[in-house]
């Protein structure tokens, strides 16, 4: 970053050269994939032009997605995500879905206990008055990139114990012989707030999918009910469809 590269730039207005120097100094790896960029101020210095221009050329690449802003921290050069294609048709888990792309998967913990549950789990899972629910809430990871945060609802007949959950919920239910065999998804459009921005390494507002999932035995009593919220520049989510009459 200087003052002969921001020249060297092109033509058009200071915020766009220098967005442009930044673009450069990405691409050529001047600037590395996780890097924090220099503070506002040291890069208004070493170009010569305003903070005014700075902020705009950044607040640009954060839209872009090519730098992410974390509160408290600064900014950042983004890591590129490798996108992950999923069937809409399939009842997998996470573990299964990333161990068959050939990708290792873990959790972060951020809460498993045993609660009184809210009517909405009381009336998702059909629970009987007095009965408990397992609340557990993560932070999935796939080849070490955060990929969604899940908190997932079980009912406490099913899985009296969350602690017995070390890393897949549905071999833990398997386990047990109450491993769902059927679910209802629901996907919606959401802007990342700025928690979970954190927590998945995106800037606030960056696009999101908010997923429920609410999934069932044989007999069809409701196991789980699982909030998530997935990266949108990270996952696609496909469907089949066959003509209807
Ligand atoms: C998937 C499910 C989630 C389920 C989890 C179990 C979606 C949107 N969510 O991530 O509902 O609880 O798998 O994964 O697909 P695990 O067995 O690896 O813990």
């Given at each position: 970053l200087s003052l002969e590269r921001l020249q060297a730039a092109g033509t058009g207005p200071l915020y766009?050269?220098?967005?442009?120097?930044?673009?450069?100094?990405?691409?050529?790896?001047?600037l590395?994939?996780?890097?924090?960029?220099?503070?506002?101020?040291?890069?208004?210095?070493?170009?010569?032009?305003?903070?005014?221009t700075v902020r705009k050329a950044i607040?640009?690449?954060?839209?872009?997605?090519?730098?992410?802003?974390?509160?408290?921290?600064?900014?950042?050069?983004?890591?590129?995500?490798?996108?992950?294609?999923?069937?809409?048709?399939?009842?997998?888990?996470?573990?299964?879905?990333?161990a068959r792309r050939g990708?290792?998967?873990?959790?972060?913990?951020?809460?498993?206990?045993?609660?009184?549950?809210?009517?909405?789990?009381?009336?998702?899972?059909?629970?009987?008055?007095?009965?408990?629910v397992s609340r557990l809430s993560r932070l999935r990871i796939a080849d070490d990139q955060p990929l969604a945060i899940e908190n997932a609802s079980v009912s406490?007949?099913?899985l009296p114990d969350p602690s017995a959950v070390?890393?897949?919920?549905y071999a833990e239910l398997e386990r047990l012989n109450v491993r769902p065999v059927r679910a209802v998804q629901r996907i919606s459009a959401t802007n990342m707030k700025e928690a979970d921005a954190q927590l998945l390494g995106v800037s606030?507002?960056?696009?999101?999918l908010s997923i429920e999932r609410i999934s069932y035995l044989g007999s069809g009593r409701a196991v789980?009910?699982?909030?998530?919220?997935?990266?949108?520049?990270?996952?696609?989510?496909?469907?089949?469809l066959t003509i209807g009459v």
């Open positions: 766009v050269k220098l967005r442009r120097t930044l673009e450069e100094a990405v691409r050529a790896g001047t590395g994939h996780g890097d924090a960029l220099p503070p506002e101020r040291d890069i208004a210095e070493l170009a010569a032009v305003s903070r005014v607040d640009e690449l954060v839209a872009d997605g090519l730098l992410v802003r974390r509160h408290g921290s600064g900014t950042f050069v983004a890591k590129p995500v490798s996108k992950v294609e999923q069937r809409l048709s399939q009842l997998t888990s996470f573990t299964e879905d990333m990708m290792s998967s873990r959790s972060e913990w951020l809460h498993k206990g045993i609660h009184t549950p809210s009517p909405d789990e009381m009336m998702i899972l059909g629970l009987a008055a007095g009965l408990k406490g007949e099913f070390t890393n897949s919920l606030v507002g960056a696009a999101g789980e009910f699982t909030r998530s919220l997935y990266r949108g520049d990270a996952y696609d989510f496909v469907a089949e």
